[in-house]
């Protein structure tokens, strides 16, 4: 599967978008009970029967302007289109359609092989739980506490089936510094960790 990006045209005026018009960023609590509320807003956003391709969740320290989580999302609504948006969300822009997918499927396989949909052994929840499960290894194994996310990714292989997916976990300590990589299978099970 080829996926294919065409630049959308952001007009600048999307800049100016208040914040009302998008989720709050600092509701999410890094953790399982934080990232249910993620996805329910997903949910909300997206529909609750949209197909991903990818979902990354990433932080940035701090209290300024800017700080806080941003998401990337690729979706459909329709998989037979092979036609998905990429939206992107910070506390600058809000919610920001950036790109247009055109994905391309060879032989007999459908579109929703190579997509998922939130819930199940999909849940956003889960992941909340791994990022929980990685601050505590890395307290134990690193003496490393109060470590914050990274960046949270789940993103379907790119010639794989979705249920090939790995959730991919990154972090760091509280004031920076090297980041940790924790890569589980969609049951959760710790594949690697460096």
Same mark, same amino acid.
């Given at each position: 599967?080829?996926?294919?990006?065409?630049?959308?045209?952001?007009l600048?005026?999307?800049?100016?978008l208040?914040?009302?018009?998008?989720p709050?960023?600092?509701?999410?609590?890094?953790?399982?009970?934080?990232?249910?509320?993620l996805?329910?807003?997903?949910?909300?956003?997206f529909?609750?029967?949209?197909?991903?391709?990818?979902?990354?969740?990433?932080?940035?320290?701090?209290?300024?302007?800017?700080?806080?989580?941003?998401?990337?999302?690729?979706?459909?609504?329709?998989?037979?289109?092979?036609?998905?948006?990429?939206?992107?969300?910070?506390?600058?822009t $809000?919610?920001n359609n *950036?790109?247009?997918?055109?994905?391309?499927i !060879? @032989?007999?396989? /459908?579109?929703?092989?190579?997509?998922f949909?939130?819930?199940?052994?999909?849940d956003?929840?889960?992941?909340?739980?791994?990022?929980?499960?990685?601050?505590?290894?890395?307290?134990?194994?690193?003496?490393?506490e109060?470590?914050?996310l990274?960046?949270?990714?789940?993103?379907?292989?790119?010639?794989?089936?979705?249920?090939?997916?790995?959730?991919?976990?990154m972090?760091?300590?509280? $004031?920076g510094?090297? *980041?940790?990589?924790?890569?589980?299978d969609? !049951? @959760?099970?710790? /594949?690697?960790?460096?």
């Amino acid at each position: 599967m080829k996926r294919t990006y065409f630049s959308v045209v952001c007009l600048l005026m999307a800049l100016c978008l208040v914040t009302s018009c998008g989720p709050n960023p600092s509701k999410y609590s890094q953790d399982g009970e934080g990232f249910a509320k993620l996805q329910e807003d997903f949910k909300a956003k997206f529909g609750a029967d949209a197909y991903y391709t990818d979902i990354a969740i990433n932080f940035t320290p701090g209290n300024s302007h800017g700080s806080g989580l941003g998401f990337n999302v690729t979706v459909t609504n329709d998989p037979a289109s092979l036609k998905m948006q990429e939206w992107v969300y910070n506390s600058y822009t $809000n919610w920001n359609n *950036t790109a247009e997918v055109t994905l391309e499927i !060879e @032989g007999d396989s /459908k579109p929703e092989e190579f997509m998922f949909q939130l819930g199940g052994k999909f849940d956003l929840k889960k992941v909340g739980e791994l990022i929980e499960q990685s601050r505590k290894k890395l307290a134990e194994e690193k003496q490393i506490e109060n470590a914050a996310l990274n960046m949270a990714l789940l993103k379907t292989p790119d010639n794989d089936a979705a249920t090939e997916t790995d959730i991919v976990i990154m972090m760091k300590p509280e $004031n920076g510094g090297t *980041t940790f990589t924790f890569r589980y299978d969609l !049951e @959760g099970n710790l /594949k690697s960790f460096n």
